[in-house]
């Protein structure tokens, strides 16, 4: 019975039980409801990431840019202009889709490392303008009292367990994507531009529309993660678009695995605690933290969920050979016995 479990599929209920469990194990703690919160949150961004970054292989700084737009798109509209939650949440994500289509146009035109430069620097750019512009970002005093969603009906997402759930279903629409998209003819052309773009090309695949539309889609959904963390904490200030954000995306991708359906989870959800546990040594964290990054890179630089999927057809195929192994010594004894009996 066991043998015919996908280990794959255990893995993935096993972890969606556990996040839909979770405010009921954590009732009584509405601190770490919160904190499992913002962790989805910041797995749903990091989805965006593992499309350019995981699938296409193009390393884009900006992405804690775009998220940064979407949370002031979300906390700008709701405060100074008195706009609904859903208004400022859908505008957020046509602006960073756009924002990211047009700045794609232009940095797609390079490759490698003169692509992450040239997105680090839009990302510093949108930055200075966060912090320069006071008149309309309020510059370095934030932007506080971000609305909640309104109701629906009698769902009241001020509730935190309420917002947990609605987070973590926008969090399963972004797995499930990843999934169908990676078992998708644009998912193989995005992961055949990662192995190579020359042989992209030689098989038929548009190397630019396909990039152009990866970045265009990794930028949307940073701005609807933004948007989505600007209402939670209530308050953003510049540190929501500085390019920290896209390296602790980047880590959260490291750590649970590039181009995988569960590392954004996995890596957010495992890194958000690791910060909470090591908060007391504020930016010292990364003392412990870069230890246990440099041994991933050398035991399993493919992360977490990446080095457990290489584990099971390992294990697969060394079954298969000590099947196939005791198959010729069976075989051998019959034939020993045959003519030990014709002797």
Not at 145 to 152: A, Q, R, S
Request: hydrophobic share 50%; charged share 10%; no cysteine.
């Amino acid at each position: 019975m066991m043998e015919k479990i996908n280990p794959r599929l255990l893995g993935v209920a096993l972890v969606a039980l556990a996040l839909l469990a979770a405010p009921l194990v954590l009732n009584d703690q509405p601190y770490l409801i919160r904190v499992t919160t913002t962790a989805a949150i910041y797995a749903i961004a990091a989805y965006g990431m593992n499309i350019i970054l995981g699938l296409t292989g193009q390393l884009s700084l900006a992405h804690g840019a775009f998220f940064g737009v979407g949370a002031y798109i979300v906390g700008l509209l709701t405060t100074d202009h008195d706009w609904s939650f859903w208004g400022s949440f859908l505008l957020a994500i046509v602006a960073t889709t756009a924002l990211g289509y047009a700045s794609g146009l232009i940095a797609l035109r390079t490759q490698g490392a003169y692509f992450a430069i040239f997105t680090m620097a839009l990302g510093f750019l949108i930055f200075i303008v966060v912090t320069r512009w006071e008149s309309v970002t309020h510059a370095h005093s934030g932007v506080s009292g971000v609305k909640y969603p309104e109701n629906i009906g009698p769902i009241d997402f001020t509730q935190p367990t309420t917002m947990y759930y609605f987070v973590l279903f926008i969090l399963g629409g972004a797995a499930y994507t990843t999934h169908a998209l990676l078992r998708s003819n644009a998912g193989r052309s995005l992961v055949a531009i990662r192995t190579s773009e020359d042989l992209a090309r030689s098989i038929g695949v548009n190397v630019a529309v396909s990039k152009q539309l990866a970045f265009t889609a990794s930028a949307g959904i940073a701005g609807l993660a933004g948007g989505l963390f600007a209402s939670l904490t209530g308050f953003i200030g510049p540190d929501s678009a500085a390019i920290d954000v896209t390296f602790e995306f980047l880590l959260f991708l490291l750590i649970g695995g590039m181009g995988t359906v569960m590392g954004p989870v996995i890596g957010s959800l495992l890194v958000a605690f690791l910060f909470e546990m090591l908060q007391d040594l504020q930016s010292y964290r990364f003392i412990v933290l870069g230890p246990i990054i440099v041994l991933l890179v050398i035991f399993a630089p493919k992360g977490i969920v990446g080095y457990l999927n290489d584990l099971i057809p390992a294990r697969r195929r060394r079954r298969q050979r000590a099947a196939a192994r005791a198959e010729d010594a069976h075989e051998a004894t019959s034939a020993t016995r045959t003519k030990e009996e014709v002797l």
